[in-house]
């Protein structure tokens, strides 16, 4: 069954240093997609970052890269340059049969991320 | 455009009681998805319209819940006999066709039956 993990309820970082939030998935699959969704406290999800499984290269955009390691089913969000506006919840989540007939999204349980000036 | 939008943003309600929530996608886009959040947890996926037809409802959705999109454009959500376990923030989504189908989601209505 498919599954998204990730094991850090909670983080800590200091502003302007990098932050790893975990994320492993599970899916037989070999066609699928995985995004990260950050949640702030206004409760609005924001669409961050996107790895389709074909993907050779790691996704980036701006100070958001994705860490995909397919052999071992992980998709690691990494922050650079952590700001204070970048505390929120973190959710990952994976759509199988990407491009399919199926678009739902399974989301992990989330990461709240706080960062400490 | 101002994104997708959700009302109301909160509702408190009785039990035994039927809420309805509203959702404006993003004008462009014809597939709207409604998920569902209890505390702690990742949004759970409720239902999915293509356009006015609905293609696909979770096993979550009993048969006390029913969502319309008629037009192909707004959606509606009902609850009716509302129970304490629904109570939830209730969030939308709104995606075009086509690439990697990344979903545009509102803030949510978190309802609260007492």
């Known amino acids: 069954a498919q599954k998204i993990t990730q094991t850090q309820p909670g983080m800590f970082v200091q502003e302007k240093e990098a932050v790893t939030l975990d994320c492993t998935y599970d899916?037989?699959?070999?066609?699928?997609?995985l995004f990260w969704y950050k949640q702030p406290s206004s409760g609005e999800m924001i669409f961050l970052i996107y790895q389709g499984s074909y993907d050779q290269q790691n996704a980036t955009e701006g100070r958001y890269s994705l860490n995909f390691q397919k052999a071992r089913k992980s998709a690691n969000l990494v922050i650079s340059a952590s700001q204070l506006g970048d505390s929120a919840m973190y959710f990952c989540a994976m759509r199988e049969n990407y491009g399919g007939a199926t678009n739902k999204l399974i989301f992990g349980t989330g990461t709240l991320l706080a960062v400490q000036p | 455009d101002t994104g997708v939008s959700q009302n109301p943003r909160h509702k408190i309600t009785k039990r035994g009681q039927n809420v309805t929530f509203r959702c404006d996608p993003i004008?462009?886009?014809?597939?709207l998805y409604w998920y569902r959040q209890t505390l702690g947890q990742g949004p759970e996926f409720l239902t999915y319209f293509q356009n006015e037809a609905q293609l696909e409802k979770s096993r979550l959705l009993s048969d006390r819940f029913s969502a319309e999109r008629p037009k192909g454009s707004f959606s509606t959500l009902e609850i009716q006999r509302t129970e304490q376990g629904d109570s939830a923030m209730y969030l939308c989504?709104?995606?075009?066709?086509?690439?990697?189908?990344?979903?545009?989601f509102g803030s949510g209505t978190q309802l609260s039956v007492l």
């Open positions: 899916t037989s699959d070999p066609s699928y997609g």
């Open positions: 004008s462009e886009h014809n597939r």
């Open positions: 989504a709104s995606s075009s066709t086509g690439g990697n189908e990344k979903l545009f």
